[in-house]
């Protein structure tokens, strides 16, 4: 019984073994890719203002200024500009990073998803 058991164990993952470090390697350069194209914390943003957004209270971040961008931050972080959620998630993010995070956003939206 125990024998037959393990032969039969051995036989189904044999198919699956050789094609394990291609999938991997697929997993691996698709994360790299996304990651080169976004600065840390920018895809949090995205969830929230991305295509959902549309239609919805959350405002749409397409083709706004990187300038503008930063200058709203500024007044979320500072209580100037009275928010719901924007002041608590401003003040999560350094200047360098609401920088970097806001020339990414100000990109077109085709220039964003490319690849490097
Ligand atoms: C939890 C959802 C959520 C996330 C995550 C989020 N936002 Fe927002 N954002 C909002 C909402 C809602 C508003 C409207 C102001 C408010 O009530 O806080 C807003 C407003 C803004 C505005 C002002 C837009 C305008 O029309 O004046 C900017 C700029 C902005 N967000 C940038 C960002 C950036 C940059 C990030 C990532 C660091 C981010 N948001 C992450 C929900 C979100």
Redesign the pocket.
């Known amino acids: 019984m125990r024998h037959t058991k393990n032969r039969r164990g051995r036989r189904s993952l044999t198919p699956v073994l050789p094609v394990l470090p291609v999938l991997l390697a697929g997993l691996v350069s698709s994360a790299t890719a996304w990651a080169d194209a976004a600065p840390p ?2 895809t ?2 995205t ?3 991305g295509p959902a957004a549309l239609g919805s ?3 749409s ?1 397409d083709g ?1 200024a990187a300038d ?2 930063v200058a ?2 500024q007044a ?1 972080r500072s209580g100037e500009r009275e ?5 608590r ?2 003040r999560g ?1 350094t200047e360098e990073e ?1 920088r970097a ?2 020339e990414w ?1 100000g990109k077109p939206e085709a220039t964003r998803h490319a690849k490097p």
Do not use: W
């Not at 928010?83 to 002041?87: C, I, P, R, Y």
């Open positions: 914390g920018a949090a943003c969830g929230c203002h209270v959350i405002p971040l706004r503008d961008i709203q931050m979320f928010a719901t959620v924007m002041g998630i401003a993010y609401t995070i806001a956003l």
